[in-house]
């Protein structure tokens, strides 16, 4: 399909960035399989990265913010045949499953906790309380039900029993408590009720979809129909947000009184008490009526949709919904961006405010949110799914925007791209795959595999690959070429299970 040169180039550069990792990477000491953050490229020796605000100068593991890592390396024996790769990976899982949970299997891992592998014991930051925290991880679930299933489905619901606050009206906190005694669970009574009620958490979609993400693969896995139940409830208190016509959800569905507005003194609701004496009556000035878009939460809801077959539907319909109106109402073809605004569609742009808090200091402008290549990706993820012209479209003004190039008129006629861009990134890669998986264009891969060689000659020194001069272990790069050698030869790796 694309000449074999540049696949042969970018697959050798990946045996020699992951072998050497697996040589250095690992804790050498042996007592875990873990791997370091970071290793510096001149001398191959591990050093300090904090990847999770532990705040600590020692030489840490985040497994948590590793997955690209582990899908890297399964991808990599499924390609090769090599099970060596995946073995690596099933290592850590099985060491964190064994030694590395609570008592109800909620494992040690995600903000500000970190394995320090000098002093061989997990560590926190000192000024957080140790909790369990993820936000916008979603870790590969099918790798660690073929470790241990029953650890898995321990994990799952540990992670819900810790956050979930209140279940009658999923309330949940974005920190969920260790060893907190197990309840009902899946068998609490759900009351729904209205949505921006005073709860006691902070119900941030970036947690929130980790939260139902979790326990919607959870159901696959096992077959139980009740986590899918709860995990559309909590997905739905979302969509639950959205005011009149304009179909954009709130970034929460919850209002917090224990939020901290300007400091310890004042607290609330952090849009009510900066913006709401600035808008005129009439509108629901609340967190979560702030218009966030954040293009992780609608790719997980389609790689639900997608993942889960018939039983997904609703997950790949509420993100359609989703993008649809972010592109009918926020969308701006001239500069490529999206309006801040309220969810109801009143715009924030130009708003300038006079107090400081959450939201940013006394002066602070509102200004338009750009439609990166993050954006990129989400749109041509949604065409691929649900091939809508308006889509299309969207896709078309973000891919001119960010200057990869003109996608052309429709799937059936020639894209324009630009080869000469100067900043290329691995969202542009991913979001050209999945046009390309929606269009089978060979344009569309072609581009995909220059930038992928743009990447490879700029990031590859010396038989590994550099992120900010380090070796990183969380360096998303090889993932993406990897997929571009998987295309390029025929072969079939889950694209819609990389989901930031």
């Known amino acids: 399909m694309y000449h074999n040169d540049l696949l042969n180039k970018i697959m050798d550069a990946l045996h020699n960035h992951v072998n050497y990792f697996l040589k250095k990477g690992k804790d050498r000491s042996g007592t875990t399989p873990f791997f370091v953050n970071a290793l510096d490229p001149k001398s191959g020796e591990a050093i300090h990265l904090d990847t999770a605000e532990v705040c600590s100068d020692s030489l840490l593991s985040n497994p948590s913010n590793q997955q690209g890592w582990f899908r890297l390396l399964a991808a990599m024996s499924y390609l090769t045949g090599d099970p060596s790769y995946r073995e690596a990976a099933d290592a850590v899982n099985k060491k964190l499953f064994a030694d590395h949970a609570d008592k109800n299997g909620l494992l040690l891992w995600g903000g500000h906790v970190a394995y320090d592998l000098l002093k061989h014991e997990t560590v926190y930051n000192e000024n957080k309380t140790k909790v369990h925290e993820v936000k916008f991880c979603f870790p590969d679930y099918f790798l660690m039900w073929e470790v241990n299933p029953d650890a898995t489905k321990r994990y799952i619901e540990a992670m819900w029993n810790a956050h979930i606050l209140n279940w009658s009206n999923l309330d949940f906190n974005r920190h969920g408590d260790y060893d907190i005694p197990f309840g009902p669970l899946w068998n609490h009574e759900y009351k729904s009720g209205s949505v921006f009620f005073w709860g006691e958490g902070l119900t941030f979609i970036n947690t929130g979809s980790d939260l139902y993400f979790a326990a ?10 009740t986590p899918l139940a709860w995990s559309k409830r909590l997905a739905y208190r979302y969509i639950e ?26 607290r609330g609701d952090r849009a009510q008490y900066q913006l709401a004496h600035l808008i005129p009556d009439g509108h629901l000035v609340y967190e979560g009526t702030i218009f966030k878009p954040r293009a992780a939460a609608q790719r997980c809801q389609f790689v639900l949709g997608e993942t889960l077959g018939a039983d997904g539907d609703d997950f790949k319909n509420w993100a359609y919904e989703e993008v649809m109106a972010w592109g009918r109402q926020a969308y701006r073809e001239e500069d490529n961006c999206f309006i801040p605004m309220l969810t109801d569609g009143y715009s924030l742009e130009g708003l300038q405010l006079d107090r400081k808090g959450y939201f940013g200091p006394a002066g602070k402008v509102f200004t338009p949110i750009r439609a990166n290549s993050d954006f990129f990706w989400l749109y041509a993820m949604a065409y691929r799914m649900c091939e809508d012209d308006f889509l299309w479209t969207i896709l078309r003004n973000i891919g001119k925007g960010i ?18 861009i100067k900043k290329p990134d691995i969202r542009m890669i991913y979001g050209l795959l999945e046009l390309y998986k929606a269009t089978y264009r060979k344009e569309d891969y072609h581009m995909a595999s220059c930038l992928a060689d743009v990447l490879l000659q700029v990031n590859y020194c010396d038989g590994c690959f550099l992120m900010n001069s380090l070796v990183r272990v969380d360096d998303p790069l090889p993932l993406a070429l990897l997929h571009i050698v998987a295309t390029g030869s025929g072969k079939s790796l889950p694209i819609s299970s990389i989901i930031r």
Do not use: H
């Open 241 to 266: 947000t959205r005011q009149n016509d304009v179909g954009i959800s709130g970034y929460q569905f919850s209002q917090c009184m224990d939020s901290y507005c300007d400091g310890p003194a004042v």
């Open 216 to 225: 919607a693969m959870l159901s696959k896995l096992s077959g139980e129909k």
């Open 403 to 420: 200057g990869v190039g003109d996608i052309g008129e429709s799937k059936y006629k020639k894209p324009n791209w630009n080869f000469e």
